[in-house]
């Protein structure tokens, strides 16, 4: 390799990691990144536009010996990774921040050589869809993936409005919610303003324009990681989309995909768990009746704000639909019940807690321990939705 093009890494490195000082917060993921030990590699994956770029950046800026590097850079395409690095251990950069690695070919292969060498340490990141145990490389003793979920309401607050709120585990929200409503009733405000422009970091001038693309990408790039994309699949994953931004919660099932895009019951199942690996979408399934696993036909949720893009197509916003998936993008391990045909049932439970989801009016039946709704309201076993964007 020619030294210009070191050079020009090195120089680059330096600019991008003092670019991003200028972001004083970090993500949720930044500390445990810190702590993962030294004899292993670390990737993160994750949708684009979530600021995995920035927080490599932050943890590369406390990190000695480091480089820095974007994997998809023009300047770099005629080299394998394993080259680049090789040049920069030469320089005696002992710690190698790789951006977007899977935009290298055979980038797993290299890896595993470089770590096989113990030449260097390599942090990455990679797209949402980025499976280690699915690479033709065995990565899975030598890499840890973390993955960055989209800001949650409480890092949205903390990044967007500067404030300093620290994560409040499940139970909690529940057992001090007239505390918490207390303390936090201000940040209610926001709650609107974060399906809008939550979940993506992106400027707010353009958000929509830059997440457009992004979700673009994300079906055109990310997805060949999976399988190959062609036209047929690519609409059908636009129509599935656009079928779960204007349904209702459980109007969609894998039949009805299946029926609506005139495809096999298979293929939808596949779309989905694509989609789900991918990032774009939730999938929650029913919980255990019983004992006994029920019919598995999840319910199907955007991510945060995917619905608000959506609706600026002229797809009409379902206000019972971006409740509970408010909800779901931040509480983890969550299933839904089901109940009878034609009975009516709470909406979900996590951590043996049934949790009901309405507007501010709801009142207690379905036999919910809780109700989680619009405003501020704690009466009886009302909770305020938006204290659960605080979970993590």
Known sequence: MEDSVIDNIIMNSKKQIA???????????????????????????????????????QVADETKDVVYFSADSTALKSYSLYEIINELVKRDFKNIFIDE?????????????????????????????????????DLSRRVVLKELLPTSFREFLNIRKDK??????????????????????????YYDEFLEYGGMLYPKSGFFDALANSLRKVILQDLLALRDINVKYETDIYKLLH???????????????????????TLAIR???????????????????KGIDVKKEPKLYLTIPLRKLFSKEG??????????????????????????????????????????????????????DFIAVDGLSTADNKVPLFLFGFVY
Not at 165 to 179: A, M
């Open 19 to 57: 670019w991003a000082r200028q972001f004083k917060k970090h993500r949720y993921l930044f500390e445990e990144i810190g702590k993962i030990d030294k004899e292993y590699f670390v990737g993160v994956k994750g949708m684009r536009g979530i600021g995995k770029t920035v927080m490599i950046l």
């Open 101 to 137: 690695i899977h935009r290298k070919p055979d980038w797993d292969k290299d890896i595993k050589t470089i770590y096989d060498e113990h030449t260097a340490r390599i942090v990455f990141t990679g797209s949402s869809a980025l499976d280690i145990t699915r690479t033709s490389a």
């Open 271 to 289: 779309i989905v768990n694509d989609l789900e690996s991918s990032g774009v979408i939730k999938v929650v399934f029913p919980c255990m009746k």
């Open 164 to 189: 300093s709120i620290e994560p409040v585990k499940f139970k909690n929200i529940l057992k001090d919610k007239n505390s918490l409503v207390k303390k936090y009733s201000e940040l209610y405000e």
């Open 315 to 368: 797809i009409p916003v379902e206000k019972g639909a971006l409740r509970e998936e408010f909800f779901v993008n931040h509480v983890r391990n969550v299933c839904y019940l089901k109940g009878e045909r034609g009975e009516k049932t709470p909406d979900f439970r996590c951590e043996d807690v049934v949790i009901e989801i309405g507007g501010e009016s709801k009142t207690k039946y379905q036999g919910a």
């Open 243 to 265: 079928l779960i931004a204007k349904s209702p919660p459980f109007e969609l099932n894998y039949s009805t995909i299946a029926n609506k895009l005139d495809i096999s019951k």
